[in-house]
Structures are given as C-alpha cells and as structure tokens.
C-alpha cells in the first residue's frame, strides 16, 4: 500500500504522527508532505518526505491547482490534515489525484473532546484503512524511544533547558528561567546548557546578563546532528510544551515539561521517562516539584 499523509504543521504537531508511523512504517510505503524540521525527524520511518514549502504545493488551493508542475507520487490514497476551512485544498488534491480516494481530516481533535493528539492521528490513520492500533501505538510510545536506542553514552550530568515553544501563551518569563538555573533545584548537575532557538534570540541579552558568573553553554538553533547530540546526551531536559520537548520524551531522555496554557491531556510528550508539571502558578512550587522529582 502506498500512502501520502498531508500535514504541513509546525515541529511539535508533526511529531505527534510518530508513534502510527513507527508502528506501520514496515508494512505500508509511507510519503509524508510537512515542513521542515518535522519531516528530517520523521524521515526513518518514511519512504519519501515532501518539503511543502517547496515544489508550488500552495496551487491546490487555487480553482486551477498546477497539478502538472507538483512533485506528486505515486499512492493508492491520500491522508489529508490540512488546515483547510474551505476545503480549498482538499478539492485541489481531488483535481491532482483523480480517482484515488482522499480521507480528509481536521488537523486536530476538538479541544472539547479530551483524547491525545498523537492518539487522534493513530484513530484517523486507522479510519482511513492504514494497519494502525491506536492504543498499542501510544502505549508503546510509553515503553521505549521511538527514535531508537539512546546510543549515545551520557558523560556526566549534563542537563538542558529549553525556555522556548511557538507561542508566547505557553512561556514561564526569562526570569523565571533565570531564577530556576541559579537556584539549589539543578544543583546536581556538573554541566548546564542553555538552548535558544529563533524565537527566543530576543531573549538572549536578558539571559545573558543575568547569567553572568554562571558556569552555563549557550546553544542558538542547532543542526539537527547537534541538537539530537546534545538532547541524547542529556541526563535531563527542562521545556515548556514545544517541539523540542516532544522530540526530547521520544528520544528516551528524562524530561521535564512546564505547561503553562496547553492541555496535558491532549499535550504531554510521549516517552519513557516523562514528568508534567502544569496548573502551577507559583514559580517557587514549580521549582520545589522539580527537585523532588530529581532527589527521587
């Protein structure tokens, strides 16, 4: 069976298709257009990956769709969870794709109805005819990394703290970042690295200065090679409820998320050792929770 899944959406959004694609990647040839970073990260399980930023995708939504000019493959079916009000692009793929049947979904579940993101794809994947068990595919998610075995051998206690996310709703303030790296909660830790992606360089002079004197690496926006490097080699990681956090759970490194204004229920990262700490407005209660989480 070969099958095109349609989700051009942010880092975190992608990856929460892992745990289906994991689990069918060896039974079914898997093309998935997304954006990047999303699809570098997911590439192991896919035969093919589409850049969606690339290649004139934004022609499906025209009442003309250039279809002659889109890299389409070959596929018996199309998995769709275009943000698409309209269903401009829906009616698009239709034109493209003549006589291949097209299953379309929202790209998430209604915030009414309390099921996890990662287990609403699984279902609609499932729906659309694909060998997916839903549940087994989260509760396997729960029981080993996803991106395979941690290989990488962790030389001290190293921890990394991500004080970023794609909205500014789900963010604890610089000083509350501030306060948590210079206080007694972390004290284990021989090393600390700071990582700062494109949304958080105006940050950068704040942390800067407040940590001055503080024995910390400060890391802007990696390669993917040395991202997976350093969170791999992590002892332990600290985020809010962002891409980086859902790649760090699936990779099998300890994890501390701080959720701020998203849902756990349909939110928290996916992985072994996983830890969510949310409805907590006193930074000095978080601080007290995620100390008594390490001194377990």
Known sequence: MRVLIVRPSALGDTLMLTPALCQIADKVELTLL???????????????????EKGGWHTLFLENPNCKDLPLPEVDRVISFLS??????????????????????????????????????????????????PEEA?????????FGKNELSRSGSIVVLHPGSGSKKKNYPPEFWLDLIRGKALGLFHKRILLLGPAEEEWY?????????????????????????LLKNASLYIGHDSGI????????????????????LQWAPLGL????????????????????????
């Open 205 to 229: 002079q704040i942390l800067a200065k407040g940590l001055s004197g503080v024995e910390i690496e400060i890391v802007h926006s990696p390669d993917k090679d040395r991202l997976l490097s």
């Open 84 to 133: 698409d009000p309209g269903n401009k692009g829906t009616k698009g793929l239709k034109v493209c794709l003549k006589n291949i049947p097209i299953f379309s979904f929202p790209p998430f579940p209604p915030k009414k109805e309390k099921i996890h993101v990662a287990l609403y794809l699984a279902s609609c994947l499932e729906k659309s005819g694909l060998p997916v068990n």
């Open 245 to 264: 956090t859902h790649l760090t759970a699936m990779l099998g490194t300890q994890t501390i998320g701080l959720f701020k204004d998203s849902d756990p």
């Open 138 to 146: 989260i509760e396997e998610a729960m029981r080993r990394p996803l």
């Open 273 to 296: 050792d996983v830890t969510v700490i949310s409805d907590v407005k006193s930074p000095k209660i978080i601080y007290k929770k995620i100390k008594e989480k390490l001194q377990q």
């Open 34 to 52: 997304g954006r990047r970073p999303g699809i570098d990260f997911l590439n192991p399980f896919l035969r093919h990956c589409l850049d969606y």
